[in-house]
């Protein structure tokens, strides 16, 4: 997808589509007024017949529209102008690129980005546009045979930057975007990949792929003797019921200063959960592929940051494997001694990711992050809790939960904080551990995010709770990227105003 950023005159440009918003009541944008006028009234005319109000996502294609040299013009609804937010923005984007795929538009222009917004800036709306274009035009078909493949029509997009001196930062707009939706694209890829295709031995070995288009990038894989070696007890339990060997993989990123201390991004691996001993009900459960999803945001950060060339140090760390039913599995009742020599009572096998996280982040002490990220599809609980639209955050810092929630904000990518309370550690305790792997029934999410909380008392430490966000179910169902767009937002705010499109 080739996207650019250029000054032009709509009334003028030849173009296969030209894409124009128009807000509710039938009232047009200022592109739309050039058209207009050129046409002698005809968007007006059409307006007027009702074929369109300007709702949020309504769509209207015209074609041929007389002394328009451009082949078509989308009409696209964006709501009310009075409540047109970063919201209204993305459904008007994502209508607006659904229509050209349907009528296989190969280039258009969009007049979109000009829109005023109240909560983002032009430069923030160009990004945000760059990310909606490819992730409109993303499908997964790797998988299928030739024949059932389908193209992508649109080749080419220009997005329209009415003030010729803002082009610079839209330019550097395009180039974040397009690095997010990579990295976006990235990790969708790995989530839909099968658990017979998407083992831990092909996490590492694309996370070696990757990081080879990156000088400032390199990777450590640990094998199981690795991790026996670092007394990984916890995590390598998780494993033993499983034919495939587990993976620690381990990505530094090196694009700050030598001295600048990194930080540390860990997400769950599980290529496949059937909840082991404890094993999941059979409805859904080949969706438990995406169980790797927090290992695959990982990745896709990690490729965002390379093309982009940050200024900052990171390190991924994906401990990943599956967790299977077998005569070495774990069993309820069984107790694991973690990297960090706590000890651990597993009422539950399918609480499995906790286990393996806990060593991972014991792992991270040794690079002395800054702060530290786990990116996990931990607890059904908080699908229940927050649904799909934000994923749940809890943190052992205020000023790093902050943070997250900011980057969740000017990217789209929302999260939400719960409470990290004392009075839910209560709920771990074990009469023959230094804890249980599960809490009871209440606060799921809060208490997993408490069993971890004992593993980074050393940590400015924060956990992302994405079971409801990692993927979609039913017609669309898919793995959806995020939090990527959080994760790649954050960094961007540590590297200064220029990231941040200011």
């Not at 909606?132 to 499908?139: D, F, K, L, N, S």
């Not at 990081?211 to 916890?234: C, F, I, N, S």
């Not at 990692?470 to 990227?481: C, D, I, L, M």
């Amino acid at each position: 997808m080739d996207i650019s950023v250029k000054t032009t005159s709509a009334a003028s440009q030849r173009s296969a589509c030209l894409v124009v918003g128009i807000f509710d009541r039938r009232k047009l944008s200022s592109a739309a007024v050039e058209l207009d006028s050129a046409s002698s009234g005809y968007l007006s005319s059409i307006l007027q017949r009702g074929d369109m109000e300007g709702k949020v996502g309504q769509t209207l294609l015209l074609h041929a529209v007389e002394a328009i040299p451009a082949q078509r013009i989308l009409l696209v609804g964006c709501g009310k102008e009075k409540d047109f937010t970063i919201r209204q923005y993305k459904k008007a984007m994502a209508a607006a690129v659904k229509s050209l795929k349907d009528c296989n538009v190969r280039d258009a222009v969009f007049y979109l980005a000009d829109l005023p917004t109240k909560d983002l800036n032009q430069a923030q709306r160009i990004k945000l546009t760059a990310q909606a274009i490819h992730r409109g035009c993303y499908q997964f078909d790797q998988l299928k045979s030739k024949n059932g493949k389908s193209k992508i029509a649109l080749q080419k997009a220009v997005l329209n930057v009415a003030d010729k001196h803002q082009l610079t930062k839209a330019r550097l707009a395009v180039s974040m975007g397009n690095a997010v939706a990579l990295g976006v694209n990235t990790a969708s890829d790995l989530g839909n990949l099968p658990g017979n295709i998407c083992t831990p031995s092909y996490l590492a070995s694309t996370a070696q792929k990757n990081a080879k288009r990156y000088p400032d990038m390199k990777v450590k894989v640990l094998k199981q003797k690795d991790m026996e070696e670092l007394k990984m007890g916890a995590f390598l339990s998780v494993a033993k019921g499983s034919r495939q060997p587990p993976r620690l993989i381990v990505i530094e990123y090196n694009g700050g200063n030598k001295d600048d201390k990194p930080v540390a991004l860990v997400g769950k691996g599980i290529t496949f959960d059937s909840g082991g001993i404890s094993i999941k009900p059979s409805a859904a459960m080949d969706e438990m592929k995406f169980d790797m999803c927090g290992a695959a945001s990982v990745l896709g950060t990690m490729v965002t940051i390379g093309e982009l060339k940050l200024p900052i140090n990171v390190v991924g760390i994906v401990p990943t494997c599956e967790n299977m039913p077998d005569g070495a599995a774990n069993k309820p009742g069984d107790i694991v001694t973690s990297m960090s020599g706590q000890t651990i009572e597993v009422l539950n096998t399918d609480a499995e990711g906790r286990l393996i996280l806990c060593d991972a982040l014991t792992y991270s002490e040794q690079f002395k992050p800054r702060a530290v990220i786990d990116i996990a599809t931990l607890t059904g609980a908080c699908v229940v809790a927050l649904g799909k639209h934000p994923c749940g955050l809890l943190s052992n810092d205020q000023a790093l939960a902050q943070e997250l929630l900011d980057a969740g904000t000017h990217s789209d990518d929302r999260a939400w904080q719960l409470p990290l309370w004392d009075e839910y550690q209560d709920q771990l305790k074990s009469n023959f551990a230094d804890m249980a792997n599960i809490g009871g029934p209440q606060a799921g999410t809060i208490t997993a995010a408490c069993f971890l909380s004992r593993f980074a008392k050393k940590l400015k430490w924060a956990h992302l709770d994405i079971a409801g966000v990692a993927w979609e179910s039913g017609h669309n169902k898919g793995a959806t990227g995020r939090p990527v767009p959080l994760l790649s937002q954050y960094l961007f705010d540590k590297c200064g105003k220029k990231y941040q499109l200011k």
